[in-house]
């Protein structure tokens, strides 16, 4: 399937951003992985720096769906790394977004899938499964619910109320 440009989605639904059903994140995320473009329907996930609930869910069928972390946009810890990557692109997740940081670059440069995040970190999360999996979220200024879909490229990252068409 061809990848959907954003600007040019942004182009032809100018009345989609005005009422909000289309949403344009803000443009401070990082881009990592070998997908520069990936889209898909969003899991949402709410922690702070603790990863125990990210690897929960990306040890489940992704079915080409997007991860969308709220990690708080802490500065202190990575919640995701090179293992949880490669099991993301393993589980068939076409995308991870992350509130916050990651670690492992160079891996998860190496992996199939697309990543975007703040920042990378070198200290690992605690461990203590403490989150909130499908709450609704709000992240690069725009709230995001379960469900919705994320379209991410080169130019920046788009959540949709509903799937996008070619
Ligand atoms: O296990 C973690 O905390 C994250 C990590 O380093 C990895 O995914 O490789």
Same mark, same amino acid.
């Given at each position: ?17 005005? #009422? ?25 996930? @709410? ?30 810890? +990575? ?37 975007? +995040?703040? +920042? ?5 999360? #605690? @461990? ?39």
């Amino acid at each position: 399937m061809a990848a959907l440009a954003t600007a040019e989605v942004c182009d032809s639904n100018v009345p989609h951003i005005t #009422n909000g059903d289309l949403r344009v994140l803000h443009p401070t995320f990082q881009i990592y992985g070998q997908c520069r473009a990936f889209s898909g329907p969003i899991v949402t996930l @709410k922690v702070f720096e603790d990863n125990v609930l990210v690897r929960e869910l990306l040890e489940t069928k992704g079915e080409g769906r997007v991860l969308v972390i709220d990690g708080g946009g802490s500065m202190r810890c +990575a919640l995701v790394g090179g293992n949880l990557a490669q099991l993301a692109q393993t589980m068939g997740w076409a995308g991870i977004v992350v509130n916050g940081c990651i670690r492992d670059v160079d891996e998860i440069n190496a992996c199939d899938i697309g990543v975007r +995040a703040l +920042a990378s970190h070198p200290l690992k999360s #605690n @461990k203590k499964r403490v989150g909130e999996v499908h709450a609704p979220i709000y992240v690069g200024g725009a709230f995001i619910r379960d469900g919705e879909w994320l379209y991410a490229d080169s130019d920046g990252i788009l959540v949709s109320k509903s799937e996008l068409s070619v």
